[in-house]
């Protein structure tokens, strides 16, 4: 109570400036507690793209004292340009905010202190002097992707907000700021300002930052785009559906909701409203691409990702403006993925817009590999037909006539029809068929012609017809997309009837009114759509293409088998292709394998051989490897063995030419192919090769001319070794034979179905020998088993019946070995029953009586019919002389 | 109704209604008629193994198994007339079963016919 004023006074100050000591002491230990270790993270980045980095928060070595648990925060803030504010505090020029993308995890397994939840603090950590005296932080940034870029399946809240273009390249800024008390948010503020403890925070902070480019590294692999053919695009006017909606096909009467789909003759579309909807994958049980998307996928391929799909609006066909969407689409996949060239898989009408792209964009193309399935590279006349009769595709009650109508002005119809090109190499594809009361004549027209068949006579647009010649010039239809750095493949069907020609009978009634009436078209090899001549008129490497022995044009891509090539050629995979019912792949190099009409030449040496048909086209060994461009012949090489096969549909003649290319001997064989069956094969066995050889095949006379020493003059002619024809090359041959007699329809159809049911016979009579000697086997074994017949004599029966059943394949066995077992059948000592139950199986095996009686009533009718003049004489004779062949070889 | 008519009639339904309970065949087809397509496919009531392209002759196969059931089945609840059920159940019974038999047929058909659809 002494105490003065002045004293008070005294102790006042000295307290506060005690209090003021001490406080600035303490916070002076406060931040020199601290030393952080700034590493500090600088990376250039892509979008969607992680990058690591470390740093570590520890004592100060300089700070010595015990002070057990000391927690810190780590606190983000972004930066502002100029330290320039507004009046509200907001920063005038931010740097682009890196922040949101860090995140922060504890290693050294060490637990992590929880975030207090205080706004912006990233992470909490606990120091401990000193049993704890680092902590290393592992610091990952993960950045979001640019608008425009982001894959279908982005997750904002994964990945954040998509960043604005603008800001591509930038580089965008967080620093970390590692406080020891729990106040980062003043911390912060004190920042902005750039006020007290700016050394301090700025020792403590970490400076991170991230240029963000957007430009991906390139993917492992291409992505993929499938290109779909025409009718393959959804069509929508508003909410309704016009194309393809199926259940509506069905319910509406005349489907005339479809008419907005039609264009005006001028070709523009009648109705400007309609929208593009997606590419068709599957409608109910129709697999239009679904099947190979789900292949890609099995792969691993993601659609959106690194998989798509280009819906286009088909009915303008190989147009400008698809043309240019194509092109964006590979532009957009490119910029999305990060990859420098994309894969496509194009189908029908799809790979005639790639490979117009492809020859507009020859060196920016962007293509890697490219697979065309069943492209009518030079058209394909189902077009026509759809152009003069109309055709439902298969949709269920579809009418045809309202796909006709719709098809009259639309551009992709006409690019679909027959081109020059086409005419060239298969022949007609229109054929009239003028019938008067009491005559009637026939016409194949030519090129002209048949345009003037569809512009004349059918009305139909002759704006379009000359666009789609302009399109099918020489060069586009044979255009080698190899030169434009494409490496290209190609699937097609060769087995399914396919229309080639058109046939329209034009039919005069007493009145003499015209009435038009279609016959049925004729057929030839293809996918169904496309004949062969066109899917195969595509220069190409030998070992990139395929021929598809089960193909159905509209469903190709999804199709068993050539789905399983598509991705195999794409990825590289190993998926196994299914086997037909004779364990043949059913997607296959080997033309053969389709069995047309023509010849397989096989040659088995050290031997060249080189094919040249009537225009000149040459298959056969160059430098660098194969060269076919004859149409619709293969050549492939084994080794030193060398398989050609050449097409004589057409009526084509080749020079084959042979040149030795090693010391030995060569086989040759040569077999004719008539209907899809191997009707002959001559062999030359075992000839003698040297280098010098040279020499030719003529493959109608079956000689061999060969010049031995390189002279010039032909030295030795050879023929095969043996023409002795097989059962099945002689019935082959004799039904080749009927297929070309000039005879009435209806009785070569009696002849073929006669030939059937002695073929039914002769399967029939192999089965039931097979049947009795599996019999007898067993008889004579239970017999022995019986001790009735001794183990020696059933030892000797057994082996016969072996011998028997090894040639069971054959319907003629061999008359020795039956002999032979008829005679040990009667020299066995055992019961007589048995011995005559066992003699009469074994006259069974030699019974054919019935193919015998077939075959001869087979010839007296043949025989009768050529009395009437049915049959010419010499076409009977031929076939009574192959029937005799038959019943010699039976 | 004699224990041969009674085993032949549950032979047949259930030739009809097991494939439905387990992989709702036809329901997944009418639904995939009536409804828009997504992204190029036909949406489904409810995922099935027979809906992956793999199996579609099965599916087709199994439809047609349906179709027999339900169509037997009718053929037998028709003969039932002189036994000992109501009138109305017999006569509920048959009209639905007719109708049943009918749908399935439609959609046998569909389910053949869409398949062959094939673009040129």
């Known amino acids: 109570m002494a105490l003065s004023k002045k004293t008070l006074k005294l102790g006042i100050v000295l307290l506060v400036v005690i209090s003021t000591f001490s406080g600035v002491f303490f916070l002076s230990a406060f931040f020199a507690n601290f030393a952080v270790n700034v590493q500090n993270v600088d990376v250039t980045l892509g979008s969607l793209q992680s990058s690591n980095s470390e740093f570590a928060v520890s004592f100060d070595p300089s700070f010595s004292p015990d002070v057990g648990n000391e927690y810190y925060h780590i606190a983000p803030f972004s930066l502002c340009n100029q330290n320039e504010y507004d009046a509200y505090g907001n920063c005038v020029d931010p740097v682009p905010n890196l922040c949101p993308y860090l995140s922060l995890e504890l290693k050294d397994n060490e637990e992590p202190t929880p975030t207090p939840d205080i706004f912006d603090v990233k992470a909490t950590g606990v120091l401990n002097n000193p049993t704890d005296m680092t902590d290393n932080w592992n610091l990952s940034i993960k950045s979001p992707c640019f608008e425009g870029e982001c894959p279908a399946d982005y997750d904002e809240s994964l990945n954040g907000f998509p960043l604005p273009q603008s800001l591509k390249g930038a580089t965008f800024r967080c620093d970390l700021s590692v406080e020891t008390s729990d106040m980062p948010v003043q911390v912060r503020n004190y920042l902005k300002q750039s006020i007290a403890y700016a050394d301090d925070g700025l020792l403590n902070t970490i400076e991170v930052s991230a240029t963000l480019t957007g430009e991906l590294p390139p993917p492992a692999r291409n992505p993929v785009l499938i290109v779909p053919g025409v009718l393959g695009t959804d069509i929508n006017k508003g909410t309704e559906k016009l194309w393809l909606d199926v259940l509506r096909n069905i319910v509406d009467i005349g489907d005339q909701f479809m008419d907005p789909l039609q264009f005006n003759i001028n070709l523009t579309p009648s109705d400007t409203s309609l929208t593009i909807g997606s590419a068709i994958k599957k409608i109910a049980t129709f697999n239009y691409s679904d099947g190979l998307v789900q292949e890609f996928q099995n792969q691993g391929y993601v659609e959106g990702t690194d998989l798509f799909l280009f819906p286009y609006d088909w009915r303008y066909g190989v147009s400008e403006d698809n043309i240019n969407q194509l092109k964006q689409k590979i532009q957009d996949i490119k910029t999305q993925t990060g990859s420098s060239k994309v894969d496509v898989v194009a189908h029908s009408t799809g790979g005639l817009l790639v490979k117009k792209y492809v020859m507009d964009h020859f060196t920016d193309n962007f293509i890697d590999k490219a697979v065309f399935v069943g492209v009518p590279n030079t058209g394909a006349p189902k077009a026509i037909k759809a152009l003069v009769q109309g055709d439902s595709f298969g949709v269920p009650l579809l009418a045809d006539a309202e796909m006709k109508k719709i098809a009259k002005n639309l551009p992709v119809v006409y690019d679909l029809s027959p081109s020059q090109q086409y005419f060239n190499t298969k022949g007609s594809y229109v054929k009239v068929i003028n019938q008067n009361l009491f005559s009637s ?68 009634d007493i009145f003499g009114n015209t009435n038009i009436t279609y016959d049925q078209p004729e057929l030839s090899p293809g996918d169904g759509t496309v004949p062969m001549e066109s899917a195969t008129n595509l220069p190409i490497d030998q070992g990139n293409k395929y021929y598809a022995l089960k193909a159905d044009h509209g469903k190709m891509m999804s199709q068993d088998g050539i789905k399983e090539k ?155 070794d043996s023409t002795d024809l097989s059962l099945y090359e002689l019935i082959a041959q004799i039904k080749a034979k009927i297929f070309t007699l000039t005879i009435k329809d209806q009785l070569k159809q009696n002849l073929l179905k006669r ?107 043949i025989t009768k019919k050529a009395s009437k003049g049915k049959i010419a004489d010499a076409d009977a004779q031929a076939l009574i002389d192959l029937l005799a062949q038959i019943e010699g070889v039976i | 109704m004699e224990t041969k008519q009674k085993t032949w009639l549950w032979i047949s339904l259930i030739m009809f209604a097991m494939p439905e309970i387990l992989w709702n065949p036809i329901v997944n087809f009418m639904y995939s008629l009536f409804m828009p397509t997504i992204n190029g496919s036909t949406q489904i009531w409810r995922e099935s193994f027979l809906l992956n392209y793999r199996f579609d002759f099965l599916y087709k196969i199994i439809l047609l198994v349906q179709l027999i059931g339900i169509v037997t089945f009718t053929i037998n609840w028709a003969r039932t007339k002189n036994n000992s059920q109501s009138r109305l159940t017999y006569w509920v019974v048959l009209i639905l079963s007719i109708l049943l038999s009918l749908l399935t047929l439609f959609i046998v058909y569909l389910a053949y016919a869409i398949s062959h659809i094939s673009f040129p």
């Open chain 1, 566 to 720: 598509i991705v195999n050629i794409i990825t590289g995979s190993n998926l196994s292709i299914p086997v037909n019912f004779f364990g043949i792949p059913i997607v296959l190099h080997d033309i053969t394998e389709c069995k047309l009409n023509g010849k397989a030449i096989s040659v088995f040496s050290p031997l060249d051989i080189d094919v040249t048909d009537q225009d000149g086209n040459h298959a056969g060994l160059i430098s660098g490897g194969i060269e076919n461009n004859i149409p619709n012949a293969s050549f492939d090489i084994m080794g030193e063995h060398k398989f050609v096969y050449l097409p004589d549909d057409e009526g084509q003649t080749y020079t084959i030419t042979l040149h030795g290319t090693g010391n030995g001997t060569f086989t040759l064989e040569n077999s004719d192919i008539a209907e899809n069956q191997t009707t002959q094969t001559a062999t030359f066995s075992d000839i003698p090769v040297t280098t010098n050889l040279k020499g030719n095949l003529d493959t109608e006379n079956l000689v061999l001319s060969l010049d031995t020493n390189g002279d010039g003059s032909i030295d030795e002619t050879i023929s095969p």
């Open chain 1, 755 to 861: 030939i059937s049911n002695l073929e039914k016979k002769i399967e029939n009579k192999k089965q039931k020998n097979a049947k009795i000697l599996a019999n007898l086997k067993n008889k004579i074994s239970k017999q022995e088993m019986k001790g009735k017949i001794n183990t020696a004599d059933a030892t000797e029966i057994a082996n016969l019946l072996d011998i028997l059943e090894a040639q069971s394949d054959e319907i003629a066995l061999d008359p020795v070995v039956l002999t032979n077992l008829k005679n040990k059948i009667e020299s066995i000592n055992i019961k007589t029953n048995l011995k005559n139950d066992l003699l009469k199986r074994v006259e069974n095996l030699q019974k054919k009586q019935a193919i015998v009686k077939t075959l001869s009533n087979l010839s007296k009718d």
């Open chain 1, 441 to 508: 004549s026939s016409q194949d027209l030519d090129f002209n012609q048949a345009n003037l068949f569809l512009t004349n006579d059918h009305s139909l647009n002759n704006q379009a017809l000359t666009n789609a010649h302009n399109l099918h010039t020489a060069g586009f239809d044979n255009y080698d997309l190899r030169t434009s750095g494409v490496d290209l493949y190609a699937i097609d069907g060769c087995k399914a009837g396919t229309i080639t020609k058109i046939i329209e009978r034009r039919a005069k």
